[in-house]
């Protein structure tokens, strides 16, 4: 490849390779557009910039996730100097990068990725915008990941399914939230009211999204730690 025509239309077939499941090679000819258009266009070139977050995608796509963080960094500071910090492209860029981090289970790096991005969108678009929302979302997620409860209740409170899908289109939100607000009461000591979360979030994402980030067989054990734990919490009242 040598023209930047021939390059982008390299990058538009990469992407297309992601959606029929050929990821990999994806991965190997937008790694090759993306240093065409960078050589020939420059860094600054939107074109460029979309082409490296087409490769970003594809190595989200095929979870490798470290990979995809430093992409999605390198795609963050080239918006960065172009259309800005705040703007929403850089935002949801940094956003990206602090998921990928979390998970290739960096989970205090992109704690403190997803933290500053939230600080940036909060001040530039407001808490209820849908890619705040998304990021308080992932940021809560994150947190409870590494069982750290401070500051979660305030990240989940007024999440709204309709919302979360303008930022981020999901299936399962409304499972995906269940799990988040079980999580939290088990976390900080309420396992009575965890359980019933927990069974909403199994009933939901079972059958919504099987499949994705979190699995059905995590929740059921953690339905069975709070059935323990309020059993045992129970038996020492008595």
């Not at 930022?167 to 359980?195: C, F, K, N, P």
Request: aromatic residues 6%; glycine residues 8%.
């Amino acid at each position: 490849m040598s023209s930047p025509r021939t390059c982008y239309t390299a990058a538009l077939l990469a992407s297309i390779l992601g959606y029929r499941n050929q990821e990999r090679e994806g991965i190997v000819m937008a790694k090759q557009a993306s240093a065409c258009l960078s050589k020939s266009l420059g860094p600054t070139n939107i074109r460029t910039i979309a082409t490296y977050q087409v490769l970003a995608d594809l190595q989200f796509q095929s979870r490798l996730y470290g990979d995809a963080a430093q992409t999605y960094d390198r795609v963050a500071a080239m918006f960065a100097g172009v259309v800005g910090p705040r703007a929403l492209r850089t935002i949801s860029a940094r956003e990206n990068a602090g998921v990928a981090r979390q998970y290739a289970g960096q989970t205090a790096q992109a704690d403190g990725s997803l933290t500053a991005a939230l600080a940036v969108a909060h001040a530039a678009l407001g808490w209820t915008h849908p890619t705040t929302e998304d990021l308080r979302f992932h940021l809560a997620d994150c947190r409870l990941d590494r069982r750290r409860t401070r500051g979660v209740g305030r990240l989940m409170t007024g999440l709204s399914v309709p919302v979360l899908n303008e930022g981020e289109i999901e299936s399962d939100w409304m499972g995906r939230l269940a799990y988040e607000q079980g999580r939290l009461a088990l976390y900080t000591g309420h396992a009575g009211r965890a359980v019933p979360l927990l069974r909403t979030a199994v009933q939901a994402i079972g059958t919504k999204d099987p499949d994705g980030p979190i699995r059905v067989a995590a929740i059921r054990n953690l339905i069975h730690t709070a059935m323990m734990t309020e059993t045992s919490a129970r038996t020492i009242r008595r």
